[in-house]
């Protein structure tokens, strides 16, 4: 079975790198704090301190970072993946990051025998655990069918979306509609507190119709109950959502709902919300109160 | 079995008088255009020209028509409704309008002795047809439990929300809801297609996850089909998000994400898309490129 190189052990990537281990693959993990990997190397994976020394050793690399800026370190920098990695292996960023960045990996590793896909997921810590993400893929076909084997491992939904940059764009796609659905969800749970309603009833007319969605069946119960625990945090959803306002510039596409939606966040970030989930918008609307 | 009053048969309305007829229930129609109340009559509904004359005959009356101001004509004005209605009797508007008008309603109606509950629906013109509406009700609970047969016959989710006003404000509520998830559903479908991007494939990414929505799956795939009849018309979406904003601004609710909604819809209404379904937002982004 193929050897993997896994780096980034956070909260999903541990998830996902424990699904490959348990399906018996050779797992190889880095993380930049090593605590967050202890999990996986009980379960026997294997630890790299070095990127280059984990490339070398891997047929097939995932990463599951944090900002693009890491992704482009980890993949471009003098140390990183594709200077390092074997030719003909398949390196898979499954973070949510740049497409133009992706775009720029893809060249980078083509011009080195390397197989390159983006494939960023979404799903959450429970998709994660439970191997039902879903995967938007972009890149080239062989390279999609090559491993899907190992996705199906970790996501049920898997869709390859075009070249290379595709899936990036598609979790694009997927971030500009929860931003502006989020705004609605607590517009409409402000209103209905300010309006003297029970806001649980009010769910009860309003969650099952045209007004139904995801967010305001999961995440509006939580809004109510003053529960603003981080499922999807707001730092990682302003970076989200920063990647897309640039993306969508660099198409010349104006998108006003997402822009108030990330100015919005911004002002919670300066609250100190950061590590809040981002149900904790509800709180700029209640705190007008 | 009560006598009862219906008007407004446009095509919602149509269907739920239909629905009162077959039940057993003589049913008095008024309408301002005659020839839309035709199929009742055929059903045997009993035509009467004059709203006095139909509410003095009527135990329930039963209103869905246009705007507010229909509204309190059709109910305040010189030979409306509360002036000739039957003391004892129920009058129930469906329309989807203004909170602070129905308490203005229930109050005039209380001095005469006359029980009144507002109960805006949400379901749309299958709903309606089928007997599944959303009805979402203010008033006395006595006098919810009273009509709770009658509105049974009509919709599948009736809860009462509260006082006199209650009903339009979960109906408010709803609208909010759908008017800022309906800018990051053609956002993104608006930037799929920029970023050249297969839009349906991207739906079947995105539809089931975090992002996913009755809108996202019910009106995106009419955006990309370039199908934009009327579900639900702009022109009545836009009365609707006015009547929210009014009712935030004497709350003293900021609602960004709603007067953005308003806003683009405006646009649209002036370029000519009143009588469009809400997907035609779709337009305003497309046209972009």
């Not at 060249?107 to 959450?124: F, N, R």
């Not at 598609?170 to 029970?198: D, F, P, R």
């Amino acid at each position: 079975m193929e050897t993997i190189g896994f780096i980034g052990t956070g909260v999903m990537g541990r998830s996902m790198a424990g699904h490959l281990l348990k399906a018996g693959h050779p797992v190889i993990v880095y993380n930049r704090t090593r605590s967050k990997a202890e999990d996986l190397l009980a379960l026997g994976a294997k630890w790299e301190k070095r990127i280059s020394q984990l490339a070398r050793q891997s047929d097939v690399i995932i990463t599951m970072v944090g900002y693009p800026k890491d992704v482009e370190e980890i993949y471009l920098g003098e140390n990183g993946i594709v200077n390092h990695a074997r030719e003909g292996s398949y390196i898979i960023d499954m973070t949510t990051s740049s497409p133009s960045l992706a775009k720029k990996i893809y060249e980078a590793a083509k011009a080195k025998g390397i197989h390159s896909l983006d494939a960023p997921v979404s799903g959450g810590d429970i998709g994660a655990r439970e191997a039902r993400l879903s995967i938007m893929v972009g890149g080239d076909r062989a390279d999609f069918e090559a491993v899907m084997p190992i996705l199906s491992l970790m996501g049920t939904n898997i869709v390859l979306q075009g070249a290379a940059g595709a899936g990036q764009h598609t979790k694009m796609c997927n971030q500009i509609v929860i931003a502006s659905n989020m705004i609605g969800v607590c517009e409409a749970m402000a209103y209905a507190k300010k309006a003297g309603l029970n806001p649980e009833q009010v769910l009860q007319s309003i969650s099952s119709g045209a007004a139904g969605s995801w967010s305001l069946s999961n995440l509006a119960p939580r809004m109510i109950a003053g529960n603003f625990e981080p499922g999807f945090y707001v730092k990682h959803f302003i970076k989200d959502m920063q990647i897309a306002l640039d993306s969508a510039k660099e198409m010349g596409l104006l998108t006003p709902g997402l822009e108030l939606a990330k100015s919005l966040y911004d002002t919670l970030a300066e609250q100190g919300y950061e590590e809040c989930g981002t149900q904790v918008l509800y709180k700029l609307y209640e705190s007008q109160g």
